[in-house]
């Protein structure tokens, strides 16, 4: 980059990884805006209200197998107990049945427990002979019963706000007698990947140029129910279209991603192209490998994230800081996912100075069961081949020089 590099004047905005992710979550507030929408139109979606089930559940006594309901009570232990089967009670049945004493009825899984009978004998432990049944082993007072409310009674906290309705959630929020349920506005996001050397997939490639890659990623990684993506496509390096593009998409965006041009080279415009629509740089630079070009900014109500080009770099900064921004931005609030211990395979030597996430493959385990790791190559921020075979990334801490092997280790798994 030319004169006025922004990096220069931004240099006190070398961070470490954590607190760039602390800066990055401070200026990504949460969306406001919410829907209230049909059960079925919410999964996927952010879930915007604390729910409570507004049902016991289940809401009655049921049985929990086929078999044949029975009222304790009227047995002696350690009789052969002989009882005729007075009726048949099905899943979807009212259960108002009646039944002399010392009778059984028939009852099939899901079926409601008629009143007076308290317990079920499975169907393999009786013989069953012209319409009566015998059995040896009395059973106790609610064997195999699902009582009403022992999932969950009404008005019990169900699920808190800012999870993602996947198939558990959307299952327990039809179960509880949810019809509709406040969700988040979709996020709205912009994305485009910057560099005059990119082509698309499929086309023919010119001398100097490559396939975009980083494109294809973000549009698998933003792939959600709960993102309105806008893919403003390749945008080549003059600062004239780009600055045309980042402003639409400042304008029109809860956050933008970019991916290239966030470096210090004579085409890296991002920066300076930010301030110049009036966006103000939170993060410049983050002390970790690979990835050290990266930028948080606002303007108005839009956060904007600049990836590095390389495509090793912008998936482990995406993965590693960005994700979480967005995700904070749309109304999600989950945990961060915790590392797994692992082993090295062999001994490592690096440079220290930066947190380091390299790519590494799982090469057997260890005597006590953690997954060994070999490493990969030293260097690796372009070669996306490599990141598709990799078994996950091996965080090196920042002050970390030498380890021998078996040391342990922290692995985020891909
Ligand atoms: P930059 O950050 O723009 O200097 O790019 C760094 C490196 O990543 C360069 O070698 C670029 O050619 C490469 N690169 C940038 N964008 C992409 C992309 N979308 N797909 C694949 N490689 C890219
Ligand atoms: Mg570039």
């Known amino acids: 980059m030319a004169d006025g590099c922004a990096c220069d004047r931004h ?37 915007a ?125 039809a179960a509880a007698g949810y019809g ?27 001398p100097g140029q490559i396939y975009n890659s980083n494109r294809y990623m973000l549009r698998a990684m933003l792939d959600k129910p709960w993102i309105e993506l806008t893919d403003a496509g390749p945008v080549k390096d003059d600062p004239e279209i780009l600055e045309q593009v980042l402003r639409n998409a400042c304008d029109t965006s809860d956050l933008i991603i ?43 109500n839009a956060l904007y994230v600049g990836l590095p080009g390389n495509p090793v770099s912008a998936y482990v900064t995406w993965q590693v800081i960005g994700s979480q921004i967005m995700a904070s931005r749309a109304g999600l609030e989950r945990k961060r996912p915790a590392p797994e211990q692992a082993v090295l395979a062999e001994p490592l030597q690096r440079h220290k100075g930066r947190q380091e996430y390299r790519p590494v493959r799982v090469d057997g385990v260890s005597p006590d069961g953690r997954p060994k790791l070999r490493l990969m190559a030293e260097s690796y921020s372009g070669r996306v081949a490599m990141l598709a075979q990799a078994d996950g990334l091996a965080v090196l801490p920042a002050e970390l020089e030498s380890m021998p092997a078996g040391q342990a280790l922290e692995f985020l798994r891909l």
């Open 11 to 47: 240099a006190h905005m070398y961070v470490s990884v954590e607190q760039a992710l602390q800066r990055g979550l401070e200026v990504a507030p949460c969306i406001a805006e919410t829907e209230t929408l049909p059960l079925i139109d919410a999964i996927g979606r952010v879930l």
């Open 49 to 173: 209200e604390d729910c409570f089930s507004k049902v016991d559940l289940p809401a009655f006594d049921n049985s929990a197998m086929d078999g044949y309901a029975v009222r304790s009570g009227e047995l002696i232990d350690g009789d052969v107990h002989h009882l005729t089967i007075a009726g048949r009670v099905a899943a979807g049945d009212s259960g108002a049945h009646e039944a002399p004493a010392g009778s059984a009825l028939r009852i099939l899984t899901g079926a409601p427990v008629p009143k007076g009978f308290d317990a079920v004998v499975m169907q393999e432990d009786c013989q069953i002979t012209d319409g009566a049944i015998r059995f040896s082993r009395t059973p106790k007072p609610g064997q195999h019963i699902r009582r009403a409310g022992e999932d969950l009674s009404a008005d019990a906290p169900l699920l808190a706000k800012g999870c993602e309705i996947g198939p558990r959630e959307v299952a327990a929020l």
């Open 180 to 206: 509709t349920v406040t969700v988040r506005r979709k996020l709205k996001v912009t994305m485009f990947s910057t560099g005059s050397e990119l082509r698309e997939a499929g086309e023919e490639l010119g």
């Open 258 to 300: 970019t991916t290239g041009g966030v470096s210090v080279g004579d085409e890296d415009h991002m920066p300076r192209l930010f301030e110049e629509i009036g966006g103000e740089i939170d993060v410049m630079k983050v002390a970790m490998k690979p990835g050290k070009p990266i930028l948080f900014g606002r303007r108005g």
